[in-house]
């Protein structure tokens, strides 16, 4: 029967004070989209819902009349995940808010942690909120502001419309540069399509990159980059609006060496764990029919065959980093020297 019980996704977001969270969490507890979501938000009062939308309320759950609950972190997240998980009308996904100025990774952490939030949840995609007005002055005071867009699956840019199209394109190639792996969608006033941000299957191996196809092209032609740089260097001259130190490696190769492979992908989360925000990969693995896929959120490695590779399909293997001072000579030269003979 356990097996019976499909783990429910859990959603991520991230984003300063004033970039839109409430606007889009308000949005969630009050549209009529047809869906039960789960919304656990850091303090209740700051979002300020109407309480004509409010059906039922206990101490710490309140229970929408869209079919949506909203309840407080009171402490501990894994109790409050519990608690919800108690409830018998369950829904079809959580979605976790976490303080503007936290980083995302403890909270991603506790979804692979807790072996019981594990067995019942999966971490479907952090998302981080841009304010593209703010974004070059929050990049300029704070270290979060540059992890939580380093760390996201899916990134929401918005407030497009209280910026000029030049300075957007400029917001948007620092993002990029950030985080050359994530997907980025335009919105104002949050106006973000909720199947864009909830149940993404972004961190879902078997999913994660067939959502994106692009995903992990780097050089090649990332969505809608079209100078054919590769956005994970500072190609950008000196009107960059602040020096990125977030950078984004791109590891290419053919087939790999197993025996090479799994202990240097160890060691290199092990040794560089907390300088790495994410790691994500496809990998071939020589004598394998399949895809390997790896995601990392610092220390933590996970890795799972996705599926067979098509036919005409070019084996090859292709890891991006995303970190802090990683030693790129390093990483290149002992990726390489994984690949299979």
Known sequence: ????????????LTGYLGAGKTTLLNRILSESHGRRYAVIVNEFGEIGIDNDLIVESDEEIYEMNNGCVCCTVRGDLIRTVE??????????AILVET??????APVAQTFFMDDDVRSKTKLDAVVALVDAKHLPLRLKDSKEAEDQIAFADVIVLNKTDLVSPEDLAKVEATVRAINPAAKIHRTERSGVDLKEVLDRGAFDLSRALENDPHFLDGDDDHHHDHDGHDHGHHHHGPSDIHDV????????GGEMDPKKFFPWIEKTTQMDGPNILRLKGVIALRNDPERYVVQAVHMILEGDHQRPWKDGEKRETRLVLIGRDLDEERLRRTFEACQAA
């Open 83 to 92: 608690g919800l998980m108690r409830r018998p009308g369950r829904f079809d």
């Open 99 to 104: 303080t503007g100025l936290a980083d995302p």
């Open 1 to 12: 029967m356990a097996q019976a019980q499909a783990q429910i996704p859990v959603t991520v």
């Open 245 to 252: 130190t977030v950078k984004s490696i791109s590891l290419r």
